[in-house]
């Protein structure tokens, strides 16, 4: 389980990498016109549109990322399954068409179906995209119905899955939804300990998007509490209202970037490079805007325990700034914008205090992410089993279409090879006969070694441009 975890914690490197220079771009529309998000400017407004036409769209680009990454060999084809799945359930379960199944008024439907667009339901379509891709790419069907054989039965089958996925997610999305909202209601009177939970189960509901539903109770007037527009329209409770926003900025501002550097430190020295532009990106996303999914599900499936470790801090952040005498609110998000423009909310209450929490924040992220990753060896960005073997970059020059002929030789021939894969340093096969594959050949075009896990699998050690490699290889198989 743990290793289908990283694996899909992987597939999501590639659409996350794409989401800390939008959620900058977010933050400085936002901070240009912070009352209007864009309509009092035209840059704020390019700015913003420009951002979040990822940042609003990270459930799609999940989608197409893990059924790319979750698939044997990488192929788009998969990556069209997984929109067609996102696209079917998201359809099917949108308030207008779940009006028309009930037979009532949109306003009718439960409020669960307007959160049905979240990462989770991406997510979920990409496996079932990268699943049926597996299963039915090699499909092939009677010569009357030949032309649907093979891959072009994959998107065929996906939206049979998805029809499956759609019917469970109308009954159980509703149930779970209204329970979370239940158990933010139930929470309210405990006060700074209730912040404290709520922040826990923020930040674990965050890889479902339920954690929108337990939002509703606490930002906004579902339970009466309504902390966002209180805070910033005066009409709260002075030293109580905001407290379930303040906690949030020393964790996002100090305590992510913190774990950001912890994990840094922690990469293995030959990954250190390859993992610093990814995490740092993700920290000043955290610290500037409050954007922090680049940098949390860059581990949050990579490590679990430690994203776990991440929500039981928050909880504690929320709950001990609940019961100081510091308040600091947010429109946007628990980042350095947001924090600046809340010194004059009427309800801000000694907001320079965020730097000296922050600062204890920091360091108890970095101490703690450090001790448990080293200590339990989590496979976090840059300490991934991928590259144990490989001490250095291995630069292969010359023509690659010939490499990629010389790499085929030695791996016994295109009728040896079934399927072509990479990580980050290897090339992935399975191959039809193992047995007749001599490592010296591979190692004579610049290999560092040669993998058998088992029966008809090989992985061979190639470097950082194993990419490079393995596009060059599928090309020639393929003519």
């Known amino acids: 389980m743990m290793k289908y975890l990283q694996r899909l914690g992987k597939s999501l490197m590639l659409p996350v990498a794409a989401l800390p220079v939008a959620s900058i771009l977010m933050g400085i529309g936002y901070w240009i016109d912070p009352t209007g998000w864009g309509a009092n400017s035209v840059a704020a407004a390019f700015l913003l549109k420009a951002g979040g036409a990822l940042i609003d769209n990270m459930a799609i680009l999940f989608a197409i990322g893990v059924a790319v990454g979750m698939s044997d060999d990488n192929d788009g084809t998969a990556g069209l399954a997984g929109l067609v799945s996102w696209l079917m359930i998201t359809t099917l379960l949108s308030p207008a068409v779940v009006a028309m199944f009930k037979g009532i008024d949109v306003a009718e439907v439960p409020a669960a179906f307007t959160k049905i667009q979240t990462q989770f339901v991406g997510i979920v379509s990409g496996l079932i995209g990268a699943s049926c891709y597996n299963r039915f790419k090699g499909t092939k ?5 030949g032309f649907f054989s093979g891959k072009r039965s994959v998107a065929i089958m996906t939206s049979l899955a998805s ?7 109308f ?10 909202v239940s158990f933010g209601k139930a929470i309210i009177a405990t006060d700074a300990v209730g912040a404290g939970i709520y922040g826990f189960f923020n930040r674990l509901l965050i890889p479902t998007g339920l954690h929108h539903a337990l939002n509703s109770v606490f930002w906004f007037d579902v339970a009466g509490i309504n902390d966002i527009a209180n805070f ?8 109580q209202t905001g407290m379930y926003m303040t906690g949030f ?15 840094y430190h922690t990469a293995k020295d030959n990954k250190k490079k390859a993992v610093y532009g990814l995490l740092l990106a993700a920290a000043l996303s955290s610290f500037f805007t409050g954007v922090t999914e680049p940098l949390e599900f860059a581990f949050m499936f990579l490590a679990p325990g430690l994203y776990v470790a991440h929500a039981v801090l928050t909880g504690i952040s929320l709950a001990v700034c609940a019961l100081l005498p510091v308040r600091a609110g947010f429109n946007f998000s628990a980042g350095f914008v947001d924090w600046i423009l809340s010194f004059k909310a009427p309800m801000a209450e000694n907001p320079l205090w965020i730097i000296g929490i922050g600062l204890v924040v920091a360091a108890i992220y970095y101490v703690v992410f450090r001790i448990i990753i080293t200590k339990f060896n989590l496979k976090t960005p840059g300490r991934e089993d991928d590259d144990d073997e490989f001490t250095e970059n291995i ?8 490499l990629a002929k010389a790499y085929i030789e030695a791996l016994g021939g295109k009728e040896n090879i079934l399927t072509v894969d990479n990580c980050v340093t290897r090339l992935r096969l399975n191959v039809k006969d193992n047995s007749i594959i001599v490592d010296k050949k591979l190692t004579a075009l610049g290999a560092r070694g040669v993998i058998r896990p088992g029966k008809g699998s090989i992985q061979v050690i190639v470097g950082t441009n194993v990419q490079f490699v393995a596009d060059a290889i599928k090309v020639n198989l393929k003519k």
């Open 141 to 145: 069907l009677p010569d009357a119905l």
């Open 163 to 169: 029809l499956v996925a759609a019917l469970v997610l």
């Open 171 to 180: 009954f159980v999305w509703p149930i779970v939804y209204g329970a979370l």
């Open 232 to 239: 910033w329209g005066g009409t709260g409770v002075q030293g």
């Open 249 to 263: 900025f020393p964790v996002m501002m100090f305590g992510l970037p913190a774990g950001a550097l912890a994990m």
């Open 395 to 402: 630069a292969i020059t010359g023509d690659m279409d010939q």
